[in-house]
């Protein structure tokens, strides 16, 4: 039985909750003998800041470098703490840190899910956002604060490399899909110029490798209507780091709920760990009463195994999440029900113990 050190990061709000019930889900698979983890946590987010005046300790991207993988919760506390100050001393450090340059952002309608699309088809599609620069890499400031002379500046920052290496990574990853077989680039390169021509010459110069796999590209404000009129035509989705940040969250609206959605933030290098995560924040709103859909906790829970190599462990909770979102109960509220976050994990640690109960997994 192979074993695995995580970095447990809650977060604030609802992550510690819905990383609490992957946790269950993680060692349930410990007791039917799949695989086994050490878990150890790190109480970093609003609460760590308010403590100590940093959302994380400096050194956490060495403190969290020698484990197998990270699985992250959410954070983020608007009312105690500016919400910069997470994103800029914990989730970005770890990005940039660990170099975890892939944002991957599975998109599927799962039968028992409803759409909000009248007729959405059969959407499953993987959205791969640049995780590392970009929007987001942090290059700027504010000068003269408060003043009538104020002036602040955020540089977006594209390098030939970092996008190369996200682009091969979607055209490699629509090889293994073997699907549609297909890579949309998305763009803004009528406005951007700069940035966005680096962004789309990258991208037809990655294509030319990969004769086998078709392209499309469109702007980014068309790509969000395509989302809503033609979902089931893609396949695979490269896009930078905010454009992709930005649809990802459109992808899990018109899949059912943001509360389902995980992701794998990946150093596909494996020259450190890779960090897990569901896509949706710390919902301040609905924190501390049991409400929050775990699934989102718990399908980055199966990326992760699956990261890790634990294919059949994997592919064993993804199943349990299927058929029980099949099943159409027990439902949390974002899916139109009652249920709070424990039931729905009862519901999937069920599935676990019986497997032959559960869906086959596409
Ligand atoms: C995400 C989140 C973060 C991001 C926020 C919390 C900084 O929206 O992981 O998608 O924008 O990357
Ligand atoms: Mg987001």
Redesign the pocket.
Known sequence: MNGYSIAVVPGDNIGPEVIAAGCRVLERLQDLGLCRFAFEHFPWGAGHYLRTGRAAPEDLVARLRPFDAIYFG???DPARVP?RV??REL??PL?QGLDLYV?LRPARLLPGVPSPLRDPGDIDFVVVRENTEGE?AGAGGRVHRGGPDEIAVQTTVVTRRGAERAMRFAFELARRRGGKRHVHCVTKSNALAHVMELWDETFALVAADYPDIRTGKSHVDAMSMYLIERPAAFDVIVAS??MG?IL??EAAAITGSVGLAG?ANLNPARSGPSMF?P?H?SAPDIAGRGLANPLGAIRAAALMLDWLGERGAARLVDGAIDATLAAGHPRTRDLGGDAGTGAMTAAVLDRLDAPHATAPHR
């Open positions: 959410a954070h983020g919400d997470g994103s989730m970005h990005r944002n987001y780091n905010l940040d990802s969250d992701s995560e896509i924040g």
